[in-house]
């Protein structure tokens, strides 16, 4: 089971990139899959969400910039980002979560894609 982002690169502000996270391994639709960003030499924050019901939520600096969505059926997210600021760059990690009942559940973290944004 693994998640696999794709889509960072170099970007000059104002500029638009597309993230894509595709998970491998998983026969069922996961609950949660979203987006977090970890700035150097910062902690890694929360950017985005989307919910298996089509419920997103946004963190406040990317409100209006990003939109977050996904394929159910192929347990893929993705991160439309828009009019990008310098203060955007960062590696971005995708994460998936699902109660699987009976105390189980699917808590998986992607191996970071880096975006730069260039002022």
């Known amino acids: 089971v693994q998640l696999q982002a794709s889509g960072g690169g170099l970007v000059q502000a104002g500029g638009s990139l597309r993230l894509s996270c595709a998970a491998s391994?998983?026969?069922?639709?996961?609950?949660?899959m979203g987006w977090y960003r970890q700035a150097p030499g910062k902690q890694r924050e929360w950017v985005a969400q989307s919910t298996i019901g089509g419920r997103t939520n946004y963190e406040d600096s990317v409100k209006g910039r990003f939109t977050i969505s996904r394929d159910n059926a192929k347990n893929t997210v993705y991160l439309q980002m828009k009019s990008l600021k310098p203060e955007d760059t960062g590696l971005y990690y995708c994460?998936?979560?699902?109660?699987?009942?009976?105390?189980?559940?699917?808590?998986?973290w992607g191996q970071g894609t880096l975006v730069t944004v260039s002022s």
């Open positions: 391994g998983i026969d069922f639709s996961i609950n949660e």
């Open positions: 994460h998936a979560y699902s109660d699987l009942g009976d105390g189980g559940e699917l808590d998986i």
